[in-house]
């Protein structure tokens, strides 16, 4: 059985609710990475953060990227799935809510990512076509 922990990109990395929206595009340039899982005070998940939702939801509102913290732009509830998840587990959970990445928790805390480009390595052609017409058919531009 392929697993979650099997296909993720290890070495996630949280961006703190309380640091600002120019730290957190900083850290995705660092990381190179186009989004970041954000992390309450006791270092668990209440968020994700995108590079477009710091250019949509912040700088194109006329806001201050310096002023602007993670937890601001924490929308929703965060979607995850544990390491030990089968990938039929991954797929389900990333159609159903129409999302392109997803932290992966072991212990409550966060191991890693998945995104289209693990998708992408670790799957067959079917699993990646079923995932992305579902995916991609649904929901517009993001």
Same mark, same amino acid.
Request: charged residues 25%; hydrophobic residues 40%; proline residues 4%.
């Given at each position: 059985?392929?697993?979650?922990?099997?296909?993720? #990109?290890? *070495?996630?990395?949280?961006? &703190?609710?309380?640091?600002?929206?120019?730290?957190?595009?900083?850290?995705?340039?660092?990381?190179?990475?186009?989004? /970041? &899982?954000?992390?309450?005070?006791?270092?668990? /998940?209440?968020?994700?953060?995108?590079?477009?939702? $710091?250019?949509?939801?912040? +700088?194109?509102?006329?806001?201050? &990227?310096?002023?602007?913290?993670?937890?601001?732009?924490?929308?929703?509830?965060?979607?995850? $799935?544990? !390491?030990?998840?089968? +990938?039929?587990?991954? /797929?389900?959970?990333?159609?159903? #809510?129409?999302?392109?990445? /997803?932290?992966?928790?072991?212990?409550?805390?966060?191991? *890693?990512? $998945? !995104?289209?480009?693990?998708?992408?390595? #670790?799957?067959?052609?079917?699993?990646?076509?079923?995932?992305?017409? !579902?995916?991609?058919?649904? !929901? *517009? &531009?993001?």
């Amino acid at each position: 059985m392929t697993t979650a922990g099997d296909i993720m #990109h290890s *070495g996630a990395q949280w961006i &703190p609710a309380h640091e600002t929206l120019d730290r957190a595009a900083q850290l995705m340039r660092e990381l190179n990475v186009g989004s /970041l &899982p954000i992390s309450d005070e006791n270092d668990r /998940l209440c968020g994700i953060l995108t590079d477009r939702d $710091i250019v949509i939801g912040c +700088v194109a509102m006329g806001h201050d &990227p310096a002023k602007v913290t993670a937890a601001e732009m924490a929308n929703g509830t965060p979607r995850w $799935i544990a !390491s030990d998840a089968d +990938v039929d587990d991954v /797929l389900r959970e990333m159609k159903d #809510h129409q999302i392109r990445r /997803l932290p992966v928790i072991e212990n409550k805390r966060l191991v *890693g990512m $998945i !995104s289209e480009s693990d998708l992408a390595q #670790h799957l067959t052609e079917d699993q990646i076509a079923g995932w992305a017409e !579902s995916v991609y058919a649904m !929901s *517009g &531009p993001r």
